[in-house]
């Protein structure tokens, strides 16, 4: 398979976004979200304090402008920007976006209407100070376009389906790992090395000298957080000081790029005999994420999949130990559209990705959340992550 997008389908994108732009009497495109930038031109670079933007005219050169640090970088990574332009850094005796006023002056575009993303013309990484790009270019007429390229990814194509689908596929060996090397007295930080390298060198060697990362440094990220006892009663919980002991409820998680694109699977997990009170919590959590994955398929409301983990919380007097809802999209970034949240009415559509991870937190004691990564399809849903959800598959001994 393919470990990216085709060229040809950026090229596509880039037409879809052409053809928005005519039918709004727009002459040009100006973008500084590097998730957009990628998924219209497959270029990543790491955003700094420096200012970085793409510009799409309707007709003419696609213009990347940014600092001279990524001038050598951008033709290694894409064929789609024709033109690069650079300021030597950032605040520079005259300021970056001086610098773009100019660009785009030469372009063509001082006077012209552009749809944008952001009107600071830059993004505020880091202590970024500057005039935004509007007051440099009086005459232009900038029109907020910062919808256009997040809902041209709410639906996957095929080829970003297979990239997610792939990377399923190894997050399944990851968290088998973490499971596999959790032991009493470990810490949770040296596991997660253990799993994320040996999982990584792995998924290498499989795939082959074609592969590379291309938006993160490790392709594969496999751990706990800190997750572990009383700290999985955390949802968001970044790391602890203690070591894995016997009785813990610990929450593994793993995430891998293929292509720029990543799955979520996150199982919880117990080391050593459950207690009746963990099993209870458990089995409960585990009902209420089969009752949202039965609830998603084409047109139903994000909304009513929420409501169906919820009504499983409230009829085991469990709804005071939620805090969060049941899920959001998954593609090129860890948390995307659609949220499927009780307030989103929004209505589901075949392609779409979400993640699917009802959870339940008792401080003090321990939180139980799986989750999983679910393709809608017309006529229900597919989980693409499948790594064994039973509370006996998932105990440590």
Known sequence: MRFSISEAEYKTRIE?????LQRRNLDALYLTNTTSIFYLTGYSFISTERPAALVIPLDGKITFMGPKLEENHVPLKTRLIDTVRTYFDYPGEKHPIEHFAEFLKEMGLAKKRIGIDNKAGATSMYGYKGPPITRKLPEAKFVNMADLVPKMRLIKSSAEISMIRESAKWANLAVSLLQEYTTEGSWDVEVALAASWDASSIMKRALGEEFEPLRGIFPIFAGFRGQIGEMSAIPHAIGTRRRIKSGDVIIAEAGVEIGGYSCELERTMIVGKPSAKQRRCFEVMLKAQEAAIQKIREGVECSEVDKASMG??????LMHLMRHHTGH?????????PWLDVGNREKLRAGMVVSCEPGIYETGFAGFRH????????DGCELLTYYPRDIETLTII
């Open 312 to 317: 499983v919380f409230k009829k085991a007097n």
């Open 371 to 378: 989750s999983d990564t679910v393709l809608v399809t017309k």
């Open 16 to 20: 879809r976004v052409r053809k928005v």
């Open 329 to 337: 999209g998954l593609g090129l970034e860890g948390h995307e559209p």
